[in-house]
C-alpha cells in the first residue's frame, strides 16, 4: 500500500508541477494497491500541449502493465479532465475516475461535454468527484492568482 493516499500523492504532484511553473495538476493511475503510474503536467516542460498529467499518467500506466487497456484501474487526478483526457479514459477503459477539483471551464465529465453521458461514448467509468477538492482549488487559486499579479 502506497504511503500516502492516491490523491494526497496526486496532489503532491500537482505542488511539483506548479514548483515547475505547470499549471498545478497531478494524476496517478492505480491497478489495485499497485500505483502503476503517478504524473504532473509537463506541458511547459516537453512542450507539448497533450502532456497533461492524466495523458502521462496513463501512456506509463499502459507501458508499466504492457497492455493496450487499463480495465480494472482507477485513475486519481487533481482537475476534472478536458475532453482529451476524458477520451484517452473512455479509450483506454480506466475502471473508475476520482478527480478533486471541477474545472466548469474546460472540464469535459461534470461540466462541458459530459463525455462519459454521450450515447457515442463507448466506455464510460465510474466518476467519484470532490476527493480532495479544497486542496486541489486552493492551489489552482494560488497559481492563477500569482500568474495575474
Known amino acids: 500500500m502506497p504511503s500516502q493516499s492516491p490523491m494526497d ?4 504532484l500537482a505542488e511539483e508541477a ?3 511553473g505547470e499549471a498545478p495538476v497531478g494524476a496517478v493511475v492505480m491497478e489495485g494497491e499497485v500505483i502503476l503510474a503517478a504524473e504532473r503536467n509537463r506541458m511547459k516542460a516537453l512542450g507539448d500541449p497533450t502532456a ?9 500506466a499502459l507501458q508499466t ?19 482529451m483526457c476524458a477520451g484517452a479514459i473512455a479509450h483506454t477503459r480506466l475502471r473508475r475516475v476520482y478527480f478533486a477539483a471541477e474545472d466548469p471551464k474546460a472540464g469535459a465529465v461534470e461540466n462541458g461535454i459530459r463525455l462519459f453521458t454521450q450515447p457515442t461514448c463507448h466506455h464510460a467509468p465510474e466518476v467519484i ?3 480532495g477538492a479544497t486542496r486541489s482549488e486552493t492551489l489552482l487559486r494560488e497559481f492563477f492568482r500569482a500568474l495575474r499579479s
Do not use: F, K, N, Q
Not at 500523492?9 to 503532491?12: E, F, G, N, V
Not at 497533461?52 to 506509463?60: D, K, N, S, Y
Open 18 to 20: 506548479a514548483a515547475h
Open 129 to 131: 468527484s470532490g476527493l
Open 65 to 83: 502493465r504492457g497492455t493496450g487497456r487499463l480495465d480494472g484501474c482507477d485513475l486519481y487526478v487533481t482537475l476534472e479532465p478536458c475532453a
Open 52 to 60: 497533461h498529467a492524466e495523458m502521462l499518467a496513463i501512456r506509463t
Open 9 to 12: 500523492l496526486a496532489l503532491t
